[in-house]
């Protein structure tokens, strides 16, 4: 069963400090990595998307890659009450199509 | 950006009904589909894939016969639920991919919110 781990939560960070969110994952040839932020009630939406090794930078969000150690992380600079979600991390099967989600971090951004 | 579309937002049935869920590609072609489920506080599930012109494939656990999907066009797949029951209610969100989009993302849905009475 390929999995896809996140800490539940929740991640409290003040306005304006940087919220680090974390992920692994499973299945060592995955190659699609993806960031979504879903808001209560909403369906998700696309942060980042990551394919390479290392950072990727996109704004306030940089994706950070390690395939060697199966780790993916969102980093949120300049957090804002705006970004209080839960923000899934999703792995693409490496013999299908699909999105295998992990379970969320709920982050809460206090003004 | 790829954009799709999702109707109805939300639905209210009676117990025994049945409930058809439309999923549109509205500016690109989605060979691919998928329909996820997600129970409050919990993560997505994908319940399954939808290929245009051939059968669903479903997930281990979810009931083929209960969940009928249909894509029948590069533009349109459709999620019935059959004879529903409270224990249905949840909320059902499609998926999509555009091949053609290097970014590789998979479009989202707004959800469909179904409560089972």
């Known amino acids: 069963q390929k999995e896809v781990e996140q800490n539940s939560g929740p991640l409290s960070v003040p306005e304006g400090a940087i919220a680090s969110l974390n992920c692994t994952y499973s299945d060592r040839g995955s190659q699609s990595f993806f960031w979504y932020r879903q808001y209560s009630g909403k369906s998700p939406e696309l942060i980042m998307s990551i394919y390479s090794n290392g950072d990727k930078e996109d704004g306030r969000f940089t994706a950070q890659l390690n395939k060697a150690s199966q780790y993916v992380s969102l980093l949120i600079r300049d957090s804002q009450p705006s970004d209080s979600a839960t923000y899934l991390c999703?792995?693409?099967?490496?013999?299908?199509?699909?999105?295998?989600f992990g379970t969320g971090t709920r982050l809460l951004v206090s003004p | 950006g790829a954009v799709v579309s999702q109707h109805p937002s939300r639905v209210i049935c009676k117990s025994g009904t049945s409930v058809k869920i439309e999923c549109r590609s509205l500016d690109f072609q989605a060979t691919t589909m998928f329909w996820y489920r997600q129970f409050p506080k919990q993560s997505l599930m994908l319940m399954a894939t939808?290929?245009?012109?051939?059968?669903?494939?479903?997930e281990q656990g979810v009931e083929k016969d209960k969940f009928l999907i249909n894509h029948a066009s590069l533009t349109l797949s459709t999620l019935t639920v059959t004879s529903a029951h409270p224990e249905d209610s949840s909320f059902y969100i499609c998926s999509a991919r555009d091949q053609t989009d290097r970014g590789y993302g998979y479009t989202f849905g707004s959800g469909t919110r179904l409560t089972v009475v």
């Open positions: 999703a792995v693409r099967d490496t013999g299908f199509q699909k999105l295998v």
């Open positions: 939808s290929n245009e012109g051939s059968k669903a494939t479903y």
